[in-house]
Nanobody, 118 residues
Framework: QVQLVESGGGLVQPGGSLRLSCAASRSIFSLYAMGWYRQAPGKQRELVAAISPISRANYIDSVKGRFTISRDNAKNTVYLQMERLKPEDTAVYYC????????????WGQGTQVTVSS
């Protein structure tokens, strides 16, 4: 079993920045792709950004150029740096770890609220 603990959410004004962190309870990064998802009220959960064990990253179009996902394998931590935040970025953000070869090993954090509002 793997526990994922997110932190770093909060209230920020439009145009502001936040950095989310996700710490894993044990070393999993060499075999797991890591992702950040978000879910806004009344909407489906969507994948925002993902990063492979060799730090290859991809993003949804709406956050390209504003968000950066990164990982520190030594610290078992993945980050989401969010810049130029918009009200439509408001959501609960979830960290996910998915095994590269066995999708049955799929773990989620508890979520952290991000609110972008003036």
């Amino acid at each position: 079993q793997v526990q994922l603990v997110e932190s770093g959410g909060g209230l920020v004004q439009p145009g502001g920045s936040l950095r989310l962190s996700c710490a894993a309870s044990r070393s999993i990064f060499s075999l797991y792709a890591m992702g950040w998802y978000r879910q806004a009220p009344g909407k489906q959960r969507e994948l925002v950004a993902a990063i492979s064990p060799i730090s290859r990253a991809n993003y949804i179009d709406s956050v390209k150029g504003r968000f950066t996902i990164s990982r520190d394998n030594a610290k078992n931590t993945v980050y989401l740096q969010m810049e130029r935040l918009k009200p439509e970025d408001t959501a609960v953000y979830y960290c996910n770890a998915r095994h590269l070869y066995n999708t049955g090993y799929d773990y989620w954090g508890q979520g952290t609220q991000v609110t972008v509002s003036s």
